[in-house]
């Protein structure tokens, strides 16, 4: 079981990343992928979080509104596309996958999650 995140690089505050997550080894209909990000001397975060079966999805507030989080059930692949990017959007963004449907709470807990890509650096800066 793999998961490979990239997409990640350096752009300019109000430019625009697409972070692709490929699963590799399960498929992850009936589960649940979660992007988190941790910046330097901070705690890791949740991002935001997308129920494979039905699509629904969760953001922290301060992305509501510039990320988009979405499924390429196809490919076996998550998005993250993040647009009008900020500097303290800057972090390491990992992909995490959770198996089945889990309550609100235990999203947040990534200590729950049992698969993680590697991280992508995402650097906002002019």
């Known amino acids: 079981v793999q998961l490979q995140a990239s997409g990640g690089g350096l752009v300019q505050p109000g430019g625009s990343l697409r972070l692709s997550c490929a699963a590799s080894?399960?498929?992850?209909?009936?589960?649940?992928v979660t992007w988190f990000r941790q910046a330097p001397g901070k705690e890791r975060e949740l991002v935001a979080s997308?129920?494979?079966?039905?699509?629904?999805?969760y953001y922290r507030n301060s992305v509501k509104g510039r990320f988009t989080i979405s499924r390429d059930s196809p490919n076996n692949t998550c998005h993250l596309q993040m647009n009008t990017l900020k500097s303290e959007d800057t972090a390491v963004y990992y992909c995490?996958?959770?198996?089945?449907?889990?309550?609100?709470?235990?999203?947040?807990?990534?200590?729950?999650?049992?698969?993680w890509g590697q991280g992508t650096l995402v650097t906002v800066s002019a």
């Open positions: 995490a996958a959770k198996l089945g449907s889990p309550i609100l709470s235990t999203l947040w807990d990534s200590s729950k999650y049992e698969y």
């Open positions: 997308i129920k494979w079966s039905g699509g629904s999805t």
């Open positions: 080894g399960f498929n992850l209909d009936g589960n649940t």
